[in-house]
């Protein structure tokens, strides 16, 4: 049979579909056509609407399940499914499926791209014991959630799409942030509508955008909350949220990183502290270290004798990791891109609290040894990675050992394979469900040197 081009192909398919692949998509073959198919699993037949053609490759929505998969149910929110919300990729997978198709989809990235083989298990992030409100299981745990506006009604994206599905409720988003009403008021003159709790004080933003912030119609909403609009422009009165960690507390500006899942930052702390082995004296580095969360944490571990380092590329959040680290001596906290800092830090050993200087002229203590070196280094870089070039930098600059956070597995993997011609290699790795019903799936990885 002839293969036919895929612009002749039927814009109705019916397919066998194969493994799941990264972004929550499954593999599907018809007359030689890869075609990535949505809101299937692996085994089952369906039929399948085609959204999208291209060369190599079909992008194609699962519109009936011929035979369906045991691990499929029925999605909990009416908003999901095809042509309609892109914000969750799998709910209609169970939750042990689901960690499943994340296991497989790391597993393959690091075999592929870093030539590792190594079995993964995506663990479960618990949903903190003393919350006020449990929600069913991997239901209600984004706190920070962006909703699109048109024509002042609230929705979100489709996928890959401009195009907005109106919601009234969202299913994955915290208690706190549906007690603020958002989605159910209009809101004129708003391009954008972030809502943002914290779930362990409680604090509320909202961060409206628009082109024209003076024409946007602020509704009454249902709960007291602070409002940011545009883009957060640095001062004391800025709008923040508290987080509370191992009892720190936290300040997180405007719409500043912090993790998503309530449980997710204890858990990636304690993490972080489990895979480094922190020791009194040590000094470590915590790359793009945001609010200055595992800074915090190392600090504590490493003692006076020892320093930590957080180099952060952002004005507001390296302020806010100054003002919530404040009372700690042993720690610093260098703004500027990652890339420049971490190729010039030096440390001083010379007394409890030594700071850092670098050749950028960071502030410090004079005097005593100057060390080129760091025992440990932890980074927690944006989904595009860190790269070759920070790559290089950090292995000449850690000691010991060198922890990596990420949330895609894809980056990760490829920088890993940096790490791996540099002499370091995967002493352990785990995997952890911080986005159920989505794909996304945040890993730890930990490097010594080979």
């Not at 892109?86 to 994340?102: I, N, S, V, Y």
């Not at 915290?174 to 362990?200: D, N, Q």
């Not at 971490?342 to 700071?355: I, M």
């Not at 352990?428 to 080979?450: I, K, N, Q, S, Y």
Request: neutral net charge; glycine residues 12%.
């Amino acid at each position: 049979m002839t293969e036919l081009e895929p612009d002749v192909l039927p814009d109705v398919l019916d397919l066998e579909v194969g493994n799941v692949a990264n972004g929550g998509f499954c593999v599907a073959r018809h007359e030689g056509r890869v075609i990535f198919v949505r809101h299937a699993l692996p085994g089952e037949r369906v039929r399948a609407r085609v959204t999208e053609r291209a060369k190599n490759f079909l992008r194609a929505d699962a519109i009936e399940i011929i035979e369906a998969s045991p691990d499929r149910v029925e999605p909990p929110c009416p908003f999901a499914g095809p042509g309609r919300c892109g914000g969750c990729d799998w709910q209609h997978a169970a939750l042990p499926a689901q960690r499943a198709l994340k296991a497989a989809v790391v597993e393959e990235q690091l075999r592929r791209l870093a030539g590792i083989d190594r079995t993964v298990i995506v663990e479960e992030v618990p949903y903190p014991v003393d919350s006020e409100v449990v929600p069913p299981p991997g239901l209600g745990w984004r706190t920070r959630v962006q909703f699109a506006v048109s024509g002042g009604v609230v929705g979100l994206r489709r996928h890959r799409s401009h195009d907005i599905e109106p919601i009234d409720e969202c299913l994955i988003a915290h208690p706190g942030v549906e007690l603020m009403g958002i989605e159910r008021k209009r809101w004129t003159g708003a391009s954008g509508v972030e809502g943002i709790v914290s779930a362990t004080t409680g604090d509320r933003l909202v961060v409206l955008r628009g082109r024209d912030r003076r024409k946007i119609k602020v509704p009454r909403l249902d709960v007291p909350v602070r409002l940011v609009r545009g883009k957060p422009e640095p001062g004391a009165g800025l709008p923040y949220v508290r987080e509370e960690v191992s009892g720190r507390l936290y300040q997180v500006s405007g719409s500043g990183f912090w993790q998503v899942h309530p449980g997710a930052a204890r858990l990636l702390a304690d993490a972080v502290v489990d895979a480094l082995e922190p020791k009194p004296g040590d000094i470590a580095v915590d790359l793009y270290c945001g609010a200055g969360l595992f800074a915090g944490v190392l600090a504590d571990r490493v003692g006076r004798d020892g320093l930590v380092v957080g180099v952060e590329s952002d004005g507001q959040a390296a302020r806010d990791a100054r003002f919530n680290l404040r009372d700690l001596p042993n720690v610093s906290i260098e703004r500027g891109p990652v890339e420049e800092i971490v190729a010039d830090l030096e440390f001083g050993r010379a007394s409890a609290g030594s700071r850092t200087q670098n050749k950028r002229g960071g502030a410090g203590h004079q005097g005593g040894e100057r060390v080129r070196r760091a025992d440990l280094v932890v980074l927690d870089p944006p989904r595009t990675g860190a790269g070759r070039d920070v790559v290089g930098h950090i292995t000449r600059l850690a000691g010991r050992k060198i922890a990596y956070v990420s949330c895609d597995p894809a980056t990760l993997a490829r920088d890993l394979a940096y790490f791996g011609e540099l002499g370091w290699t995967l002493e352990t790795f785990r995997a952890f469900d911080a986005f159920p019903m989505t794909h996304h799936v945040e890993c730890l990885a930990t490097l010594v040197r080979g």
